[in-house]
């Protein structure tokens, strides 16, 4: 089996001992993205807009690292923190996702860290 991972440095993959995504054949799954920085601090700081931004970020990194791109994307799943900052993960959603449209979960859910408002996974198909 032909397997390619990527970390993108943060203390969270080496402690748990993930990867932040994993290629296997021609899919690409990337784990639950926080807004960590490398430096481990949380960027966008109570800020559901700005962490959505950076996760979305994180992510296309990661698909380009492994060939990919965020047009590759067929599922995304959205883990808020406080249900009512699901609009505003959702509006960048739409925003980077507007033409690519893959299909998408959201869903209120207990985040490792207070400062984590949102978490996001995606499942892109090459």
């Known amino acids: 089996m032909d397997r390619q991972t990527v970390s993108s440095g943060t203390v969270w993959e080496e402690l748990a ?49 492994l060939g990919g791109s965020l047009e590759n994307i067929v599922r995304t799943r959205i883990y808020v923190r406080n249900i009512n900052d699901w609009e505003a993960a959702a509006r960048v959603h739409g925003e980077r996702f507007a033409t690519i449209r893959p299909a998408n979960t959201l869903v209120k859910a207990e985040l490792v860290g207070e400062e984590y408002l949102v978490e996001m996974e995606a499942e892109a198909i090459l």
């Open 17 to 65: 001992g993930f990867s932040r995504a994993v290629k296997v054949g021609n899919h690409i799954f990337v784990s639950g993205t926080t807004a960590t920085g490398t430096d481990g601090n949380v960027v966008g700081d109570g800020d559901p807009a700005a962490q959505t931004r950076f996760i979305i970020d994180k992510i296309e990194t990661s698909l380009q690292q």
